[in-house]
């Protein structure tokens, strides 16, 4: 089991940037893919974006590519999930997961066994 405790979630406007973190603890976080969910009101929760253990691979939803960045410290046990250019739809609870393997970085939810308890992102226009 891993614990993950997301932060950074917050309000902005349009155009803005934030940068959430997600910390865990328990299992070793340093050989586990990692991934960052997202769930607006009314919609089914959604991949954003996911990391290799080491890094070295990335995977992002095109709904946020080339404005979302995905990194991770392993020494801090923390991934990190840059969001620049916010876009009101952007709006959501922001989830990070850990993966059940070190390379999975897929977008299906059964790949992550361990989640975090979200974080409340909301961009105004």
């Known amino acids: 089991q891993v614990r993950l405790v997301e932060s950074g979630g917050g309000v902005g406007q349009a155009g803005d940037s934030l940068r959430l973190s997600c910390a865990a603890s328990g299992r070793t976080f340093s050989s586990t893919a990692m991934g960052w969910f997202r769930q607006a009101p009314g919609k089914e929760r959604e991949f954003v974006a996911a990391?290799?253990?080491?890094?070295?691979?990335?995977n992002y939803a095109d709904s946020v590519k080339g404005r979302f960045s995905i990194s991770r410290d392993n020494a801090k046990n923390t991934v990190y999930l840059q969001m620049n250019s916010l876009k009101p739809e952007d709006t959501a609870v922001y989830y990070c997961?850990?993966?059940?393997?070190?390379?999975?970085?897929?977008?299906?939810?059964?790949?992550?066994?361990?989640w975090g308890q979200g974080t409340q992102v909301t961009v105004s226009s």
């Open positions: 997961a850990a993966a059940r393997s070190p390379s999975g970085i897929r977008p299906e939810e059964r790949w992550y066994d361990n």
């Open positions: 990391i290799t253990w080491n890094g070295g691979g990335t």
